[in-house]
């Protein structure tokens, strides 16, 4: 079983699309092992962000994604990092497919509804990030 981590972003939030977004992973059969609703810190971003923080970009998508309470989760399920990946469509929406979660309800390429890890070693290195290990539970 593979784990990756979910963030229902500032959008998904404002939008009030967590419980549409969260339906298809739920019938896709993954089962949430987490879940919590946090503000984010730039500290947190900055580590998670590591890989771009250094692009003139990066404070723009900090900005963003503490503009409000996010919801953060860990799923878990067969193929589960390249299942959800699928499911959400690429990065950016605009070159999403309708019927993908980006296609059905991302703007751009931060404006994209969730993240989800790239990888199996990258969503453990992410739950770890966002969760103790208590707060994750199996069945």
Do not use: W
């Amino acid at each position: 079983m593979q784990r990756t981590l979910i963030i229902f972003k500032p959008d998904c939030m404002e939008k009030r699309l967590m419980g549409k977004v969260l339906v298809r992973f739920e019938e896709e059969g993954f089962t949430v092992v987490g879940c919590k609703m946090m503000r984010l810190t730039a500290e947190l971003l900055r580590q998670h962000y590591a890989h771009v923080a250094h692009y003139p970009f990066y404070p723009e998508i900090e900005k963003f994604m503490k503009s409000r309470s996010v919801i953060v989760m860990a799923l878990e399920g067969d193929n589960v990092v390249q299942r959800v990946r699928d499911l959400l469509g690429p990065t950016d929406s605009r070159k999403a497919a309708k019927g993908t979660i980006r296609g059905d309800y991302g703007t751009d390429m931060m404006v994209n509804v969730v993240h989800a890890s790239d990888s199996v070693e990258n969503g453990n290195i992410e739950i770890a990030r966002f969760f103790k290990e208590e707060e994750i539970f199996g069945n």
